[in-house]
């Protein structure tokens, strides 16, 4: 379950967001500018006074290696097969950045252009029996995270005393000796033949990917397995004959620190109401059922013993949700609310919403395991995984809680095409070549003055875009969906677009999409560009062959604002390949139809069409041999890409006064105010004024 209300615990909140990388250190550093040089900043918002560091290419995004892996507590892979990256909390808005999946061999590693202003990532791993989700610093332009059973210190956390909680009642159970600071129970039980299957299964690949199969993160149990719920199905624990029970802890989905706790009675003489239940009868098992590095102390495999129970007795259990105070370090008697293993005893007035505990056995292991939805049913935001709370049962002897009517276990989930991605995680459940969708959007500004300066006005051509990538269960990308909307056009020029992929023409099996009116572009049979050393895509030849108006659109106050125009665009690869996920890649303009006068963003280099005639004369700098490409004489751009939807200056209004720390950024080399182009801080970092906005 993912975040839920924003009445969560703030103690656990933070120490989720607590927890770092195995690999790095504990120091946050963002993306590297693209230039060390030090200089000192005019503050001026005219660009001719700027002194510009000679290696900073205006770059707002940077190459970053992502590694993300997951091992049992044997070493052995773990393939989860939904890891979520985003650029912060999705409860706090995040934005996703990334989807795929560990491989066969545990691991998931990709390139992916990040804003330079991000400083940490937030990975979901949507799989229980890991933590659900870290926030990870970007270290010199690396994300690196490891994710392992959280059960690293359960051996130093058990005591060989074989105490009973049975007898131990809520009255006289204590801070000092019940549990200590982190809720974890004083007394946990020492390993035996009865809790080891339970105590192996929670660090075990093969158990954890059958547990993910029927309780899997933010999957509704009632959508996709509703056999668990039928009508009737067992709820409580029923001990069939005399035995001893213990309780081993999973695993746990939430940000709330819940209260788990149990109570018995007599099997022919069930309690009808919660007032039936004697206080007396009420125990708690952990005080707080959170993991380390959630807001608690629990490791996977801390087991409890409950007592020895006679024959017909049944067992109850309750969820007091945030019924631990992290604050006081006890438990908290007014918790939010609290839900029960027997329906009619939970809050819901709709029948069918009332179960709250899911009863599965695990036969193979002869255990049960147990787990809880901690939300209110009826509220909205309710995902109905039942998986915020999850334990396992054991007992001696062994068939003692498995009799009646439980569900078994189920074998691996569905999985038609056959590639590890289980079909309900899979976007092309039928297709092996395709299973996840990745996006990028933002927005290009290019002058089309070049080789001139121009205004810097980044006005003349605007395009939005919108990137969808398709990828395989192994992260390698098979198609590429592109949406391209003319923002604004403050030029007379008739100008083509396209992008460069780092990949030869002859990995391209075609395009689709593309507007080719004019006589001054060739394709090839697949649709790339003929004649090109690496895979070209022109989008279109003339941008005003898409927009009505045959001059500067969406650019100057005075004037109409025109509908905008998009236009999609497809490209699919021969086979699925390694491609760094860096949209919008290489992108460029042709001006006024000219094929060789080709305008692309600082740093990138021309394609082999290129007019090289032009580069070095008037205001352009480029430089081939020592790689400069772009830039005027002053080290200043002729295009830039934004990693959000640029809100572009109005027409002969350069976009240093418009935006208000672009200057310090600029002459920083990129270390200050990274986000200057931010919609979250326009009030402070913009004139409107000077923005179009008609």
């Known amino acids: 379950m993912m975040k839920k209300l924003p009445c969560l615990s703030r103690s656990k909140r933070l120490m989720r967001l607590s927890a770092m990388s195995l690999f790095g250190t504990l120091t946050l550093f963002g993306c590297r500018p693209d230039s060390e040089e030090t200089v000192t900043p005019t503050m001026s918002a005219n660009v001719n006074d700027w002194i510009v560091p000679v290696n900073f290419n205006f770059n707002t995004t940077a ?3 992502i590694s993300i892996a997951a091992f049992d507590s044997e070493n052995n892979p773990v393939r989860m097969p939904y890891v979520q990256v985003f650029d912060k909390d999705p409860k706090d808005g995040g934005t996703q950045l990334f989807l795929g999946g560990t491989d066969e061999y545990g691991k998931l590693e990709i390139v992916k252009s990040l804003p330079v202003a991000l400083t940490s990532v937030v990975i979901v791993s949507n799989y229980v029996g890991v933590l659900n989700q870290v926030t990870v610093p970007v270290i010199n332009n690396k994300v690196e995270y490891i994710f392992t059973p959280v059960a690293s210190t359960g051996a130093s956390l058990r005591t060989a005393s074989s105490q009973a909680l049975k007898g131990v009642s809520i009255q006289n159970q204590t801070a000092a000796t019940g549990w200590n600071e982190q809720g974890v129970p004083n007394v946990l039980a020492s390993a035996n033949q009865w809790t080891k299957n339970a105590e192996e299964a929670v660090g075990d690949a093969s158990f954890l990917q059958s547990l993910n199969a029927i309780l899997p993160e933010r999957k509704s149990l009632p959508a996709y397995h509703p056999e668990y719920l039928a009508s009737g199905s067992q709820s409580n624990i029923a001990v069939s004959s005399a035995a001893d029970v213990w309780v081993t802890f999973v695993a746990e989905g939430t940000n709330y620190t819940n209260t788990l706790g149990f109570y018995t009675y007599d099997l022919s003489s069930p309690p009808q109401s919660v007032n039936d239940i004697n206080p007396e009868n009420r125990h708690y098992i952990f005080p707080n059922m959170s993991a380390v590095g959630s807001g608690g102390g629990l490791v996977s495999g801390s087991s409890v013993y409950l007592g020895n129970f006679p024959a017909n007795t049944g067992i109850g259990l309750f969820l007091a949700v945030n019924g631990w105070n992290s604050n006081t370090k006890s438990i908290n008697t007014t918790s939010s609310y609290t839900i029960y293993s027997d329906p009619k005893f939970n809050p819901e007035a709709n ?15 002869e255990t049960l395991i147990i787990g809880f939805e901690d939300m209110r049913r009826d509220n909205g935001g309710c995902d109905n995984d039942f998986n915020d709370a999850l334990i396992i049962v054991s007992s001696n002897p062994v068939d003692a809680v498995l009799a009646g009517g439980i569900p078994s276990l189920p074998g691996p989930e569905a999985d038609v095409d056959g590639d590890g991605v289980p079909n309900t995680l899979d976007a092309y459940p039928n297709d092996f070549e395709r299973a996840y969708n990745n996006y990028a959007s933002g927005s290009l500004a290019f002058e089309d003055q070049w080789p001139r300066k121009g205004d810097f006005d980044m006005n003349d051509f605007v395009v939005n875009y919108n990137y969808t990538i398709v990828t395989n269960a192994q992260n390698k990308t098979k198609d590429i969906k592109g949406t391209f909307e003319i923002a604004a056009l403050g030029t007379i020029y008739h100008n083509g677009f396209g992008y460069e992929l780092p990949l030869t023409p002859d990995d391209v099996q075609s395009v689709t999409g593309s507007k ?18 690496k895979a070209t895509i022109i989008v279109f030849d003339d941008a005003f062959d898409l927009v009505s108006t045959p001059s500067f659109l969406n650019t100057d106050p005075k004037r109409p604002k025109y509908n905008t125009v998009s236009l999609p ?8 390949m390694d491609l760094p996920l860096n949209a919008p890649f290489n992108p460029f303009i042709m001006v006024g139809q000219q094929r060789g006068r080709e305008v692309h963003l600082s740093g990138m280099a021309p394609t082999s069409k290129a007019n090289t005639d032009l580069f070095g004369t008037a205001d352009d700098a480029t430089n081939l041999a020592n790689g400069v490409y772009y830039k005027t004489k002053d ?10 939807k640029f809100q572009y200056p109005s027409e002969w209004v350069s976009v240093a006064e418009a935006y208000l720390k672009l200057s310090e950024w600029v002459q920083s080399g990129g270390r200050d105010f990274a986000d200057w182009y931010s919609s979250s801080k326009a009030s402070s970092y913009r004139n409107q004024n000077k923005i179009y906005n008609k």
């Open 63 to 65: 190459e970053v290696q």
């Open 635 to 644: 080290n200043l751009p002729y295009g830039i890409n934004v990693p959000e």
């Open 351 to 365: 029948e069918n919403q009332k179960q709250h505990c899911v009863l599965i056995k695990d036969q193979a292991r």
């Open 569 to 576: 665009v497809d490209v699919t690869l021969t086979k699925p």
């Open 516 to 533: 080719l009116n004019h006589n001054y572009v060739t394709r090839a049979g697949n649709g790339v560009e003929a004649g090109q050393e």
